[in-house]
């Protein structure tokens, strides 16, 4: 990783241009560690080239555990009208994950933690609100970049963990902010497409699943909230019936296949009979079974027409 890193420009560019689509006059709010330092320096370079006024937010690696161990209990209780002047006007946020000290906090005293988050509670969910909510008015979007200490954590050398992540960005392409524009379209198709369908079925060896989604909204997951990004979702409607088909018996009374069907809500009761027969059996969860089976992979359909038949 160096200062004047084509890739880190490339990347720069993407976030800045795609996922938050800075305007001339956004004040925009850029939140980082020193160790993002090149990016983040490609990021003031590029606001300011195209008119909007960027807040470099920039902390120190360890500096919040500092602060949570040196301050008063009334510091940690008293408002930051900084950031309470930036919730009410920023127009864009963007926040770089990783640290140089991931494990900073593990001596704090969590306690102290939450009285500072308990204090600042009524100000984030305003800002929560201006995020997510549904007349959210802030462009904001969470990305990361490749740093020894997500290299380590990933068990990778930086060199393969660089190029791991910048291939997920794509930003190897001709175009990459082109790319990710024509991706989106893409993606945004099998939005309208599952957006009229009423069930949902997978069926893979051993499996059948059945969930309902009638009118559930599918969200395009295309890299302007979180970057890299890359597929469709939505959630099941949890009051209508379901029901699952699963074999290998893993109870302890030897490997014999085993059909089961649950009918009910959608999730199970933490504690519940039902939940605990689920988990016992090795049901389907999320995208893989407890056997390591692949059930659905919704990454197979990018690149795919989306046919009837993969949906009922």
């Known amino acids: 990783m160096t200062l004047n890193d084509p890739l880190i420009e490339r990347l720069a560019s993407l976030l800045v241009e795609y996922s938050l689509e800075i305007k001339p006059g956004d004040l925009f709010v850029i939140r980082g560690e020193t160790t993002h330092e090149p990016l983040l320096r490609e990021l003031y370079r590029l606001s300011v080239r195209i008119g909007a006024e960027p807040v470099l937010r920039i902390s120190l690696p360890g500096q919040a555990a500092v602060f949570y161990t040196e301050a008063s209990d009334d510091t940690l209780e008293l408002p930051s009208r900084f950031d309470e002047f930036l919730d009410e006007h920023e127009a864009a946020e963007l926040v770089l994950l990783g640290s140089a000290i991931p494990y900073a906090l593990s001596g704090v005293d969590p ?143 030897g490997s014999r296949r085993r059909p089961l069907v649950v009918p009910g809500r959608l999730p199970l009761p933490v504690g519940s009979e039902d939940r605990q027969e689920v988990f016992g059996r090795g049901i389907v969860h999320g995208r893989r079974s407890t056997t390591n089976r692949r059930v659905c992979d919704w990454h197979q359909l990018r690149d795919k027409p989306v046919h009837q038949e993969h949906l009922v």
């Open 111 to 253: 306690a102290r933690i939450v009285r500072h988050s308990n204090a600042h509670r009524d100000r984030m969910m305003r800002r929560t609100e201006r995020l997510v909510g549904e007349n959210a008015d802030i462009r904001g979007c969470v990305s990361l970049l490749p740093i020894p200490s997500l290299a380590q954590a990933a068990k990778m050398s930086l060199t393969d963990y660089e190029s791991f992540v910048y291939k997920a960005m794509h930003l190897f392409e001709p175009d990459p902010v082109q790319w990710w524009r024509e991706f989106s379209e893409k993606q945004g198709k099998y939005c309208d497409f599952l957006n009229g369908v009423h069930d949902i079925r997978i069926v893979a060896e051993d499996t059948d699943l059945k969930i309902n989604i009638s009118n559930r909204k599918w969200i395009n997951a295309d890299g302007r909230f979180n970057f890299p990004d890359g597929e469709v979702y939505t959630s099941p409607v949890g009051e209508r019936p379901y029901s699952v088909h699963v074999s290998n018996d893993t109870s302890g009374l």
